[in-house]
T-cell receptor, first 112, second 113 residues
């Protein structure tokens, strides 16, 4: 089955700096890659997703890049703010409405 | 709130007891998923339904676990003879027919003492 690895496990950046989180996947059939943000005690919330027919997608301060050949994808957050502090999970699946395999999460801390 | 609703939010039970959780998906969504999340880990897939049909079950879902979605709307997840290792957050998610992403509920946190 699919295996998703995520790095780093923790990331501390100063407010205004950029943050990058990287994930690799094992199943070449995977074609849908969402990113979820989870604040303490709350539900995972979708923040951005990308399908295999695009290499990059951007939504304001958040962008995701995908390299299908290397089987890795990354989340980029620019101009970080304290409210960006949370745990971020990458995931992969063979279809949008199919089961997701999640990475182990990255705890992002944005300091003032 | 028209999001995914889960009840109860918290459940504390003694080892050996049975527990049942409920999930109400977003009303127009026909797919419903159960995931389990332990501290410091990502959600792990347990099972999913399309309408009332249970289409896939993870090997993580032992014989003590059973899920139902009798009318294709809400779903229940029952754990029989609970063990301390069952302590986790149980998350429900739903998605629609138009290839929409998964939307999660707030989860039910189970503590087995």
């Amino acid at each position: 089955g699919e295996n998703v690895e995520q790095h780093p496990s923790t990331l501390s950046v100063q407010e205004g700096d950029s943050a990058v989180i990287k994930c690799t996947y094992s199943d070449s059939a995977s074609n849908y890659f969402p990113w979820y943000k989870q604040e303490l005690g709350k539900r995972p919330q979708l923040i951005i997703d990308i399908r295999s027919n695009v290499g990059e997608k951007k939504d304001q301060r958040i962008a995701v890049t995908l390299n299908k050949t290397a089987k890795h994808f990354s989340l980029h957050i620019t101009e970080t703010q304290p409210e960006d502090s949370a745990v971020y999970f990458c995931a992969a699946s063979t279809g949008t409405a199919s089961k997701l395999t999640f990475g182990t999460g990255t705890r992002l801390q944005v300091t003032l | 709130d028209t999001g995914v609703s889960q009840n109860p939010r918290h459940k504390i039970t003694k080892r050996g007891q049975n527990v049942t959780f409920r999930c109400d998906p977003i009303s127009e969504h026909n797919r419903l998923y159960w995931y389990r999340q332990t501290l410091g880990q990502g959600p792990e897939f347990l099972t999913y339904f399309q309408n009332e049909a249970q289409l896939e079950k993870s090997r993580l879902l032992s014989d003590r676990f059973s899920a139902e979605r009798p009318k294709g709307s809400f779903s229940t997840l029952e754990i029989q003879r609970t063990e301390q290792g069952d302590s986790a957050m149980y998350l429900c998610a739903s998605s629609g027919t138009n290839n929409s992403p998964l939307h999660f509920g707030n989860g039910t946190r189970l503590t087995v003492t």
